[in-house]
Every structure is written in C-alpha cells, then in structure tokens.
C-alpha cells in the first residue's frame, strides 16, 4: 500500500494542517503503508518539529507573492517524475495551492484522489493579508475557482467542519461529504500529569499552537489584566504552548501579566495538564484540533464561535463561548473560581461522532483503495 500526501505547507511545522497530515502519516506507517509527502520547503528551517513517522518528503521550493510570508506559492517542478516513480494507491490533497492543482491533475484517472478541506482559503487570505473589506470578494472568487479546479479531478472531498453555515448554504460545496473531526487517540489515553494540587492557588489559562496574530492571543493577555482589576485577582498566570514573535511583543506590553511561553515542545500534552482552561480566541479556525486535544485532556475551553467544539457549545461539556476580552474575564471567574469547575480526567467521553486518526485512516483504505 503506498499513500502519497500532497500540501503548500511543510510537514516539519507547527501548522494545524502540518499536525493533521503528520498524525495520518503515524498512523499508515503502524499499518505498514509506504509514504510519500509532497511538500513545501519550511519558511521558518530554525524553528521546525521532530517528526516521528517514516515517510519520505519530497519538498517543493517556495516563491512569495508580494513579498509576504503569509501568502506563499510552491512551485511544482518535477511532480510528474516523483508521481510515476512513486506509482501511489491513494493520492491525499490537503491544498488548492500549485501543488494541489498539479498533483490533482496528473493524478485524475490513475489514482484514487482524495481532497480534504482544511479552511475556507478565501477568508484566510483575506485575513493573513489584511485585505481591506472592498477588495476581500475579489480573493474568495479566486478561492472558489481554484478549489473547482481541484474538486474536478478530485474522486472524493471531505471537510470536518459540524454546522458550518457556509457549508450548508452553499451550492458548491454540495460534493463535500463531512468526516467529524479525528482526534489522537494519544489524547485521550495518555496518563495524566496533573498535580492534584495545582488548582488551588494560581488559576492557569493557556493556548497550545502557533502565537501569531491571527490566533487572537492578545485577548488572554487583555482578559487577565481586566481579571486582575475588576475581580481584584492576582491568582492568574497564561501559559502559551508554542512560539511566534506576537507573544514575546505581548508580554513587554503586559508586564503585570505573568506568561510563560514555552516554544516549541514535541509533547504537549504535560504542558496541557498545567491548564485549568484552554482559551481558543481566534476568529478563523475551522476545526481547531489544539482544541479537541485540549477538551480530550478533560480542560474546560473557552472558545469563540468557530472550530469545531466552539461551533457546538451546548452539545459538550464544559464549552463556553465569548467574544471579548471583557467577557474572557467573565468567564475566568465564574467557571473558575465562583463554580470552581472541575477537571476531567483523560478519557473523557466525548461524542460518538469524533472518530480517532486510525479510524479516519482506515476508513480511507478500505473504501479507496
């Protein structure tokens, strides 16, 4: 069995889509499948993750399009020759980039081809590039084209969002069949870290992910400053699971918060333990799998609307909303130190619905392959 995964991003990063597609290399390579991952060369080589799986990459150079980091274009160059000699069962395109297009098109008729929708790209260019509000129509219709593009060649499509309103509403996405989001079975079955004692004291709000802007990440410094003052609470402290240059800025901004950042870590599941609450303040996460992990570890998560456990707050336990800092705040000392909410052991029972990584992959093999 040979599995290629073809992504703009690099399987060595910190990327919610570089997790997903390492998680599934895991778990094909316990299976015995032989891996192929065309790939993009790392922006960022000093600050990449170890990887435990055995798949060979293939990695494609970059070009920046006006010159962002946000907003990068692979070059495929020599696909074709690493498609033949690899000759895969299965083709897994997770990006409308050159390379999705490329890999899909060479593929079509040969291979089974698989496109998983990771993120609504549009919105996301619109937003790593800040694009003014009159301009943003031109970038989605861009997105929807490409994507097209891609579906066509494409055998099945598949996306993890549950109730999303642009799913629903849009014609088309109607060839997209919806898979719950998979989790790591790791997460939920791992021993747990926590110190018993832990929550008495100091109350530890945290992120696990990259600290960039976009993450929203100045609403936990914000939300502990307000809990400070209007709660009369010195007993907080914010623990970020990752690095980014925001994060480091943000605490010279906030120096009567205490943070610690960790930069990056292998396993962040004992970083996760230290939590009495995960705090995802993004504005643009579709399925936010930091945040399942978290929910997986027992961690109450206060979430903004979007991911997928944030999207369904009344379907879990243990999920509140906000939208603000103020309302962050709020919630730090109702749930935390008014309720005094409890922690939930790993192995908490989480929906039916969400399958783990394993079963996603065998799923995939037994219906394609």
Known sequence: ???????????????????????????????????????????????????????????????????????????????????????????????????????????????????????????????HLKIPV?????????????????????????YHFDNTEKICSNKFFSKFKYIPPPLNERFLNEKSYRNGNQNNKIITIGYCGRLDPEKGIEQLFKAAEIYQKKYNGKNIRLLLIGEGSEANTLVRQYPHVIATITEFVDNVIPYLDQLDA????????????????????????????????????????????FNTAEELASLINEVLNVKKISITPPSVELDPSIITFSKLHEMVVSEYL
């Not at 778990?27 to 600050?47: E, R």
Request: aromatic share 12%; glycine share 6%.
């Open 278 to 321: 995960f705090v995802l303040a993004s504005k643009t996460e579709t399925t936010s799998l930091s945040s399942l992990e978290a929910y997986s570890r027992g961690i109450p998560v206060f979430t903004t609307p979007v991911g997928f456990l944030g999207q369904n707050p009344d379907k879990y336990q243990n999920i509140y909303n």
């Open 134 to 158: 009159g301009f943003q129509w031109f970038f989605k219709i861009v997105a929807i084209s490409v994507e097209r593009i891609v579906l066509k060649d494409s055998d099945v499509a598949f």
């Open 1 to 127: 069995m040979k599995i290629l995964h073809v992504a703009d991003t690099s399987i060595y990063n910190y990327d919610g889509i570089a997790t997903y597609i390492n998680e599934l290399l895991e778990c094909a390579y316990k299976d015995g499948a032989q891996l192929l991952v065309l790939s993009a060369v790392p922006i960022n080589p000093k600050n990449l993750r170890t990887v435990n799986h055995k798949a060979k990459v293939k990695e494609f150079r970059n070009l920046k399009f006006i010159s962002s980091d946000k907003f990068i274009l692979s070059l495929p160059g020599g696909m074709k020759k690493a498609l033949n000699e690899f000759e895969p069962d299965i083709v897994w395109i997770h990006t409308i980039g050159l390379l999705g297009m490329r890999a899909a098109r060479l593929s079509k008729n040969k291979y089974p081809v698989i496109y998983t929708k990771h993120c609504f790209d549009g919105d996301l260019w619109c937003t």
